[in-house]
């Protein structure tokens, strides 16, 4: 373990108490952690991006699918797809903890997306969400 993922684990789950609220979902001793640093193929076709800016440690997720392709995660690196240039886009001085890291994982995101031709998907879009398929369907 890196220095990094001991930072990123104690800020998730001692430190702050932004977190306090939602700490029951993974302090409970059935659940068992790996921690990583940086970017990491977890599966072929599950990449795991960090993109920290809004909370140190943040991961946005690569899946490959067979017949839609690329998919991008954003989760809330890029929290709506108002928000995809970096220079402008929106920082929220009370939700991202890191402007420039913020800005640097937003430009880090869209470069995969253009490289790879992803679709994103915004983990706060509430123009894109009633687009998306919802369950019972679901993306292949």
Wanted: aromatic share 8%; charged share 20%; hydrophobic share 35%.
């Amino acid at each position: 373990m890196r220095q990094n993922s001991t930072l990123h684990q104690l800020t998730a789950r001692w430190g702050r108490a932004r977190y306090e609220v939602v700490r029951q979902h993974w302090d409970t001793p059935f659940l068992h952690y790996r921690l990583v640093d940086g970017d990491i193929t977890l599966l072929p076709g599950i990449d795991l991006l960090e993109t920290s800016g809004h909370v140190p440690g943040h991961q946005s997720v690569l899946i490959s699918l067979i017949q839609t392709g690329p998919v991008l995660l954003t989760i809330d690196a890029i929290p709506s797809a108002s928000m995809l240039d970096s220079e402008t886009r929106v920082v929220f001085p009370d939700n991202d903890e890191d402007e420039a890291k913020t800005r640097a994982s937003t430009r880090k995101l869209v470069e995969i997306a253009r490289l790879v031709g992803a679709f994103i998907i915004h983990g706060h879009d509430h123009q894109q969400w009633p687009k998306l398929k919802h369950a019972p369907e679901y993306y292949t």
